[in-house]
């Protein structure tokens, strides 16, 4: 079945460590995209794909870097993990053209000791 | 640049009833999409609903619709005869139809509903 994919789910982390949050789609959808949701919050984008090998930073800037070297993958890294980086982090995908919705993860909850 | 705006930060419903959520938009474009995402607790985030900015007729999914006013650009979810799994965060989205911005959404800020037995 067609669908989008984030792991983990749940990731708890000490200061300074290197993170990589995973994301996969079986959808077969060029555009795909990072949001970063504080608990209760709105949305914010921060990375978006139009294809492989083409990234983009989103509206809130974040310290988070991304890659797309196969359509169906990704992932989004975190070199030095800070307290300031807790957050859920929701992966979403699209297809290129025409007023599609975004389909969307089920997010990964990332908590920095 | 693009706002929506949610001014409901939360809202409650019994069970059964009607409820409507709120949702404002600025543009200057004319051409557009509007969506209603619900993230249910704990869950994913899927689609509501869609609505395109040129069609008059405004959209309905079941027991969800919309009243879409392009002039005074307003865009509220109207959710009839509630259920308890409706009970979740309601966001408001924008997007252009601008290539420029891609398929970027533009989000509210939510709206918790809260769906009473």
């Known amino acids: 079945e067609a669908d989008i994919y984030q792991t983990p789910r749940y990731l708890v982390i000490g200061t300074g460590k290197k993170i990589t949050l995973e994301c996969s789609q079986t959808?077969?959808?060029?555009?795909m995209y990072w949001y970063q949701q504080d608990p209760g919050m709105e949305l914010h984008l921060i990375h978006y794909?139009?294809?492989?090998?083409?990234?983009e930073k989103g509206d809130l800037s974040s310290e988070s870097t991304v890659s797309r070297i196969r359509t169906e993958h990704f992932p989004l890294t975190l070199e030095s993990a800070r307290p300031s980086h807790t957050s859920q982090y929701l992966c979403?995908?699209?297809?290129?053209?025409?007023?599609?919705?975004?389909?969307f993860g089920p997010g990964t909850r990332l908590t920095v000791l | 640049a693009q706002t929506v705006t949610q001014s409901q930060p939360e809202m409650s419903v019994q069970e059964a009833e009607t409820v409507t959520l709120s949702c404002t938009y600025d543009t200057s474009e004319s051409d557009y999409y509007l969506f209603w995402y619900k993230q249910p607790p704990s869950r994913q985030m899927i689609l509501v609903i869609r609505q395109e900015a040129y069609k008059q007729q405004n959209a309905t999914e079941n027991r969800f619709s919309v009243n879409f006013q392009k002039a005074a650009k307003s865009f509220s979810l109207k959710i009839s005869d509630s259920q308890l799994g409706d009970a979740a965060m309601y966001f408001c989205?924008?997007?252009?139809?601008?290539?420029?911005?891609?398929?970027?959404?533009?989000f509210g800020a939510g709206t918790i509903l809260r769906v009473k037995s």
């Open positions: 959808m077969g959808h060029d555009k």
């Open positions: 989205a924008y997007r252009s139809v601008d290539r420029e911005y891609g398929n970027k959404l533009v």
């Open positions: 794909s139009y294809g492989v090998n083409s990234t």
């Open positions: 979403a995908s699209s297809e290129f053209y025409g007023g599609n919705e975004q389909f």
